[in-house]
């Protein structure tokens, strides 16, 4: 099964706890743009950041200076926090101009040579680096420019390397086309949506070693999930009319579905098993965790057929507990209880930092 990978918008650092950390437990990898001018593999680089550190300054300071300085000092004590998750889910990437004049660099201290077409569309803007910072810079305020070389980067990645975007800011650069509204980047964003509104506690955790012991713990689950929210990714990308969107638009849209379908659903699911009489039933619900990753490893996108069986061969009883699996809507959407698990995982990791 092809891997999600994704890349943050927004800028160098998430600035919020909900955003880094549903990111990190739902995409197998998530990418941030280094925004400095580096020579080395920026994850040795941060991974080997010694703190304390000074940043100096030439030349006079000014307010573009002050917000460059900012996002520097911003961007190296968010991966310094998060050291160990660097190579374990987390990935920084140079922003495409280092990218770029590194490549050119290196090919002519090889001795070879470069094509002069090629040097021409660089010096004048006109490759695809160039050309993705045109796009990005003319929906920048100017205020906003210090942040170009992040987003113009994880714009082309996305499209060159099939990165799915994550933003959680209020972007409204319509970078959306029709052609870019793919499955996988849906899923994503309807994935931010259900860790705000239905696994909120997620933010609470703040210590990267608790965040590995969760995605860990979760990992074999994560697929039935990820189907799930596949299945709903038609109604989000048929909800937007328009040619062009932004993922503010696209997050809006994605809101509403989770808070009309998933809870819902979820509530429903709930209340039909804690008002079961059958034992069974519960005891089942109870370990489901202990079955998903089986069925998820071997099927990836189970049928409700398979599921069904497997969990009456599994606990003996064709009769009442296959019947009430059945009517409760679990076998057949059993996605959504990963964020049950998440819920219950995160408040014993919570209970037990207490």
């Given amino acids: ?202 933010e609470e955790i703040g210590n990267p070693e608790q965040l590995l012991e969760i995605k860990e713990y979760l990992k074999d689950i994560l697929v039935p999930y990820r189907m799930a929210l596949q299945k709903l990714s038609k109604k989000l990308k048929d909800s937007i009319k328009s040619d062009n969107c932004s993922y503010s638009d696209l997050g809006n849209e994605a809101r509403f579905i989770v808070e009309s379908e998933v809870e819902p659903y979820l509530y429903e699911m709930k209340m039909k098993i804690e008002q079961s009489e059958n034992k069974m039933l519960i005891k089942t619900f109870g370990k489901i965790l202990g079955w998903i990753p089986l069925i998820a490893t071997l099927y990836y996108a189970p049928s409700p057929d398979k599921l069904l069986a497997a969990f009456s061969k599994a606990y003996n009883d064709i009769g009442s507990m296959g019947e009430s699996i059945y009517n409760t809507s679990l076998a057949r959407d059993l996605g959504f209880s990963y964020i049950i698990s998440v819920n219950k995982k995160v408040e014993k990791v919570i209970k037990k930092e207490l």
């Fill in 1 to 202: 099964m092809n891997s999600y990978k994704g890349i943050y918008f927004s800028n160098s650092y998430f600035s919020s706890n909900i955003a880094f950390n549903s990111a990190f437990l739902f995409y197998d990898e998530v990418s941030i743009i280094s925004p400095m001018d580096i020579q080395t593999d920026p994850n040795e680089y941060y991974k080997n950041f010694k703190v304390p550190y000074k940043i100096g300054l030439i030349g006079q300071e000014d307010d573009d200076c002050r917000k460059k300085i900012d996002l520097l000092v911003k961007t190296i004590d968010f991966a310094v926090r998060n050291k160990i998750l660097i190579g374990n889910g987390l990935v920084y990437k140079d922003h495409i101009l280092n990218t770029k004049i590194n490549s050119l660099v290196n090919t002519l201290m090889s001795g070879k040579g470069i094509p002069v077409d090629e040097l021409i569309k660089f010096a004048y803007g006109k490759d695809d680096v160039g050309e993705a910072f045109d796009e990005i810079k003319k929906y920048l305020k100017q205020s906003e420019e210090h942040q170009l070389k992040i987003k113009a980067s994880a714009y082309l990645l996305s499209k060159k390397e099939n990165y799915e975007l994550i933003d959680d800011g209020d972007d409204k650069i319509p970078i959306f086309d029709s052609e870019n509204r793919k499955v996988k980047q849906l899923s994503g964003i309807l994935s931010e949506n259900c860790f705000t509104i239905l696994m909120p506690r997620v």
